[in-house]
């Protein structure tokens, strides 16, 4: 059973009137059979309700947040979903790519946000002040490390019957987000693997150690990451992840690419201040 609603204000004495759900413009049936009606009654409702319309990418495709709320109404609803742990089931409808990984817990998170209240009005027909939006998603679980890599590390995480892929970020570097994952998220390493041998000998480096890193552009970010991801759920199949990540990057959004192209900007701005530092400490030197 849900806890009944918080009213602002009320904590301090005052009597407010809570926030009501408004009248659904259409039938259950009509929005799960009507594509059309759905969306029209989806973003009246977000206006209505003053949140923001959004349509979420997974996978680097636009989630059909109509089928999601067909598919979930179907089952019974949010709460029979969960219960029931049917989020893996919902998953397989959408047919996701084997490189989209944790897509059972992205669609709770997007359903939550934008179609739990929405459920409320047009399936369960609630005209009662709303229900609080359920909680954080938590939970136990056991994982181990498969990889590691200079900001965090690729794990293998067991819920149920179902493993997850992902990656786990050291708290100072704060993700890829972060603009401090340029300065530090540059090598990737097989974690506690053993040097590989072959038969050619390995060219030595040679060159000046001190000097800057190359800069490298928004695409090297997202290959290394996605390479790291890759390589933890294929290990088998390394001859395949060029032609895998170049189809993920071209299926990216313009504002999901638009995120590792400022990484490659803010490392490019990077090198060309080690570059300058670098040749001051050259001409230095040579002038003693």
């Excluded at 029209?40 to 996978?59: A, D, E, Q, S």
């Excluded at 050619?200 to 290394?224: E, H, M, Q």
Aim: hydrophobic fraction near 30%; include cysteine; charge should be positive.
């Amino acid at each position: 059973m849900r806890p009944n609603p918080v009213i602002p204000g009320a904590e301090n004495g005052v009597e407010l009137e809570s926030k009501r759900y408004p009248s659904p413009l259409a039938s259950h049936e009509e929005v799960v059979k009507n594509a059309s009606v759905f969306w029209n009654t989806l973003r009246i409702f977000h206006k209505t309700m003053g949140r923001k319309h959004m349509i979420p990418v997974i996978g680097g495709k636009e989630l059909n947040l109509h089928v999601l709320y067909a598919e979930v109404t179907k089952r019974g609803g949010f709460d029979k979903v969960v219960s029931q742990k049917k989020w893996r089931e919902v998953s397989c409808v959408f047919e996701f790519a084997p490189t989209t990984t944790s897509a059972s817990y992205a669609l709770r998170k997007h359903y939550c946000s934008l179609l739990f209240h929405y459920e409320q009005v047009y399936f369960s027909r609630l005209k009662a002040p709303m229900l609080d939006s359920p909680g954080p998603l938590s939970f136990q679980a056991i994982g181990t490390i498969d990889g590691k890599f200079d900001c965090g590390y690729l794990v293998s995480v067991k819920l149920g019957t179902e493993v997850l892929n992902g990656v786990l970020y050291h708290p100072d570097n704060g993700g890829p987000s972060s603009s401090s994952t340029v300065k530090t998220c540059t090598a990737i390493v097989p974690y506690a693997s053993q040097p590989h041998h072959s038969g050619r000998r390995k060219r030595k480096r040679r060159g000046d150690p001190g000097r800057p890193k190359p800069n490298r552009s928004g695409y090297n970010f997202f290959f290394a990451e996605k390479h790291a991801m890759l390589k933890s759920l294929h290990p088998n199949r390394e001859r395949e992840f060029t032609k895998m990540i170049g189809e993920s990057w071209n299926n990216l959004t313009s504002e999901e690419r638009t995120v590792y192209q400022d990484y490659g900007l803010q490392d490019k701005e990077r090198y060309k201040r080690e570059m300058k530092e670098y040749k001051e400490r050259i001409n230095i030197t040579s002038s003693h």
